[in-house]
């Protein structure tokens, strides 16, 4: 299960921070998490995750603003968001899979476990 939290209302130029835990997953090693964003009548997309070995990875939009992070020994990862724009207000997905190839870390099919999704505003 993943289980995020964090979201909220903030400002343009305000920062938000987003946690996701995860329990009961396959050992962490072999986890990758990744957070997912999308608002109506769009496709999920993909904001960032974190690989195997640690390794980030963002998309163009954020890239500069957000920073993602892992605790493996907590099974955490959070989302550190700055700068943040209007176009950034979505709800926010954790997700997690243990056998994503590097190709697919961007693909929302490609990951089994989802978080609840928490609301995140920003307004002008």
């Known amino acids: 299960q993943l289980q995020a939290s964090g979201g909220g209302m903030v400002q343009t130029g305000g920062s938000l921070r987003l946690s996701c835990a995860a329990s009961g997953l396959m050992p962490s090693n072999s986890v990758v998490m990744g957070w997912f964003r999308q608002t109506p009548g769009k496709e999920r997309e993909f904001v960032a995750a974190v690989w195997r070995n640690g390794a980030p990875y963002y998309a163009a939009s954020v890239k500069g603003r957000f920073t993602i992070s892992r605790d493996k020994a907590k099974s955490t990862v959070d989302l550190q968001m700055n700068s943040l724009k209007p176009e950034d207000t979505a709800v926010y997905y954790c997700?997690?899979?243990?056998?994503?190839?590097?190709?697919?870390?961007?693909?929302?099919?490609?990951?089994?476990?989802w978080g609840q999704g928490t609301l995140v505003t920003v307004s002008s």
């Open positions: 997700a997690a899979d243990s056998r994503l190839i590097l190709s697919s870390i961007s693909t929302p099919s490609q990951y089994d476990y």
